[in-house]
């Protein structure tokens, strides 16, 4: 029957027996038809010979499989094998310094405490430290904010009001004492909701998990905490980390309600955009704190991979998701990285680095390329945004060489990250509660974790290895420059940097016809955010 088969109806028998692998498993053993139709998946045809070898190894390779998915595997826990981005022989920086930042600014106290709504941390955390402002009237202030717009914008999914104020007033109490921790000291903001939060929610974005309460405060908002800051709310992430659709509904752009906020950090953005916090923390796996910054027109940090713990935060990809702040000015964004940076003893991933931020850096100091094609490509208000970055950029003094990046498959490696996330969603996968996600779309993740169950074990460390050259080849770019400029949200660079771990800033640069914002884009070399932010600083 298999030789009279092969090779003309072959093709036709394998793609009517899809389906058979699921049901020999069920209900017997793997058969030749099996094989058939997964030769179609691999990439090969084997003989008929061949086949009735590999079957008896095949069978106890499924018993195998079958045990190992018996064996209990929570979201949290990392593979054995850990990304590192540094391309081979690179050297970091090992001389810590404070940092430098521009001077103090001079700001009262308004008559009407809402008025701060909009001041940056840096101007707020001046009022705190002089005693003009307390803590607790800041968190009171931002309370009533979110509980008067956050339904509006559905871009909370839990405040935090008993916790903030306890640790506001701990705050006041310290600063009053003279024991005054820093620039971050009784400044509110919120956490995305995949950041554990001790004793509150942490849902991830979807029905299955809106009751479930942890016991212990992720690592960065354990390192907040130390700095001072002071946690009000759990912000709306889209489902396990996708999009700005969340079990709740939809996360709206303050600057036009009809439309999201983007995602995956939609909340995060959102709350800052809208003046309900000074800041907040979001995550990026592949475009999850730039694009809603871009929409949203706040100053987004996606810091090194590997520069900030993940501990405690939900797994998406553990070789591609990092942490950072969405903030309204860069260097808002600097003092949260200087909180937050550096190893727990937890994530594997995480390399102790100095952060020598020093915004007396000038653009001309700075090796500065731009992504020339891209820009090219850009149209309408962004292409006109866009020009007139660049000019301001030439205008300090920075000298832009045209630059590209290396020409890699991107595409064709990026099922790393959904097959990633695969295997650490495959307990939802297997136990149906998929089903309770709101998004079911072919290009949602209910599916997309079905279909990356799909994926050879082979063709994902072949990718991994074509990324390794990805690696190397970029840092040749890096050679050459400090920092590159380019657009936030088009071209390739998006998903190359986030292969690599390269950090970026987003930072606004003009509007819409229709009011929202705009963003330019600026991409640091490995571990060497503080020259990266000190350019987008003085632009």
């Known amino acids: 029957m298999q030789t009279l088969l092969r090779p003309a109806a072959r093709a036709v028998w394998a793609a009517s027996l ?10 017997g053993p793997l058969t030749a038809a099996d094989v058939w139709s997964a030769e179609k998946l691999i990439g ?3 003989s008929d010979a061949k086949i009735e070898m590999l079957l008896p190894g095949l069978r106890e390779q499924a018993r195998t499989f079958e ?3 018996a064996f209990p595997l929570s979201n949290g826990i990392p593979p054995a094998l850990v990304f590192h981005p540094l391309p081979a022989g690179a050297r970091l920086e090992t001389k810590y310094r404070r940092l430098r930042l521009s001077p103090a600014p001079q700001v009262g106290r308004p008559a009407n405490l809402e008025d701060l709504a909009f001041r940056s941390v840096r101007e707020l955390g001046e009022l705190i430290r002089h005693r003009r402002v307390s803590s607790e009237d800041l968190v009171q202030m931002c309370l009533a904010r979110l509980k008067r717009h956050g339904p509006r914008l559905q871009c909370v999914v839990t405040l935090l009001e008993e916790r903030a104020l306890r640790e506001a007033r701990e705050a006041d109490r310290e600063i009053q004492s003279g024991h005054y921790r820093g620039p971050l000291h009784g400044i509110p903001y919120g956490a995305k909701d995949l ?12 029905a299955p998990y809106a009751s479930r309460v942890l016991t212990e405060d992720a690592a960065v908002i354990r390192k907040l905490r130390a700095a001072g800051a002071v946690l009000v709310a759990k912000t709306t992430l889209g489902e396990l980390a996708m999009g700005d659709v969340w ?3 939809r996360t709206r752009n303050p600057w036009n309600l009809q439309q999201g906020s983007s995602g995956s950090s939609a909340g995060s953005a959102a709350v800052t955009a809208a003046g309900l916090l000074p800041f907040a923390i979001g995550t990026e796996t592949y475009g999850s704190i730039v694009s ?3 929409r949203c ?5 996606r810091p090194t991979y590997g ?4 501990s405690g935060a939900m797994t998406l990809s553990w070789s591609m998701d990092k942490i950072g702040p969405l903030c309204r000015t860069v260097e808002d964004c600097a003092l949260v990285l200087d909180a937050i940076r550096g190893s727990d003893g937890l994530d594997d991933s995480v390399l102790d680095a100095p952060f020598n931020y020093d915004a007396r850096l000038t653009p001309r100091k700075l090796r500065i390329g731009f992504l020339a094609a891209d820009f090219e490509r850009q149209t309408g208000a962004r292409r006109t945004n866009d020009d007139r970055a660049i000019a301001v950029l030439r205008s300090l003094g920075a000298r832009l060489l045209p630059m590209s990046l290396p020409e890699f498959p991107l595409s064709s490696i990026s099922f790393l990250l959904s097959t990633e996330a695969a295997a650490a969603f495959d307990g939802l996968t297997r136990s149906g509660l998929e089903d309770q996600l709101k998004q079911q779309g072919a290009g949602d993740w209910p599916n997309t974790f079905r279909q990356r169950r799909f994926v050879p074990a082979v063709e994902y460390l072949q990718a991994q290895r074509v990324r390794y050259l990805l690696v190397q080849e970029t840092a040749r770019v890096f050679d050459q420059v400090d920092v590159l400029v380019a657009p936030s949200t088009s071209g390739r660079s998006l998903l190359h940097c986030n292969l690599t771990g390269h950090p970026c800033v987003v930072v606004p640069n003009g509007f819409h016809p229709d009011g929202t914002p705009t963003s330019i884009c600026f991409i640091g070399n490995l571990y060497d955010e503080a020259r990266m932010l000190a350019l987008a600083h003085a632009y």
Request: aromatic share 10%; hydrophobic share 55%; net charge positive.
């Open 18 to 27: 899809l389906g058979a692998a699921f049901l020999a498993r069920a209900d």
């Open 44 to 46: 090969l045809e084997f």
């Open 67 to 69: 045990a190992l998915r």
């Open 195 to 206: 950041l554990a939060a001790a004793g509150a929610p942490t849902t991830w974005g979807v």
């Open 247 to 249: 079990f709740g509904g």
């Open 292 to 294: 809603p910054a871009d």
């Open 297 to 301: 027109g706040v100053t987004g940090l």
């Open 307 to 310: 520069r900030v713990s993940r």
